[in-house]
Each structure stands twice: as structure tokens, then as C-alpha cells.
């Protein structure tokens, strides 16, 4: 195997991965920042206060975002199936 080969699959899989896990952690990145405020202005220390809006939109981010994930993963994995017998040639 060349070493142009993996670095590629690797860095189609490291791609692939980070688009799939943008969708969540960016809504729970943005809930974070509201709750912050939010205790901020309220002056309510509470840590815990984020933890179930953070889940609620990470599980509706999931249940938005489920079919263009799986088809995402569907053609990454097609892809890197179909690039084996290229990989036996070399």
C-alpha cells in the first residue's frame, strides 16, 4: 500500500467524521453558550442547568439530521469499497 493511499483514506474518513458530528456539537455548542448567558444575567450558578437542554438538542439534531448522515456514511463506505481493487493494482 502507498503511503499517498492511506494518508487519503485517512483523511476522507477524518473528513467524513467531522461532518457527521458538526450537526450536534454545534447545537450544543450554541444551547451552551445560551444557558451561559442566561445563568449569567440570572446569576444562577447551577452546573447542571445544561445538561438537559444540551441532550434535548443533540437527540432532535439526531432525528433531523439521521438521513443525510446515514446517506453520508452509505457513500463513504461505497467509496472506500470501491477503491479496494485500485488498491490490489498497486
Given amino acids: 500500500m502507498e503511503n499517498e493511499f492511506a ?3 485517512v483523511n476522507q474518513a477524518i473528513k467524513v467524521t467531522l461532518l457527521l458530528a458538526a450537526p450536534m456539537l454545534i447545537g450544543a ?4 453558550i445560551l444557558v451561559s448567558i442566561f445563568q449569567a444575567v440570572t446569576q444562577i450558578n447551577e452546573q447542571t ?3 438537559i437542554p ?7 439534531a439526531l432525528v433531523i439530521f439521521s438521513p ?6 452509505v457513500t ?3 467509496d472506500l469499497f470501491t477503491s479496494i481493487p485500485e488498491l490490489i493494482r498497486r
Fill in 68 to 73: 443525510w448522515m446515514m446517506e453520508t456514511m
Fill in 49 to 51: 442547568l445544561s445538561f
Fill in 54 to 60: 444540551k441532550i434535548l438538542v443533540i437527540i432532535v
Fill in 29 to 32: 455548542l450554541v444551547v451552551g
Fill in 76 to 78: 463513504y463506505t461505497q
Fill in 7 to 9: 494518508v487519503e483514506v
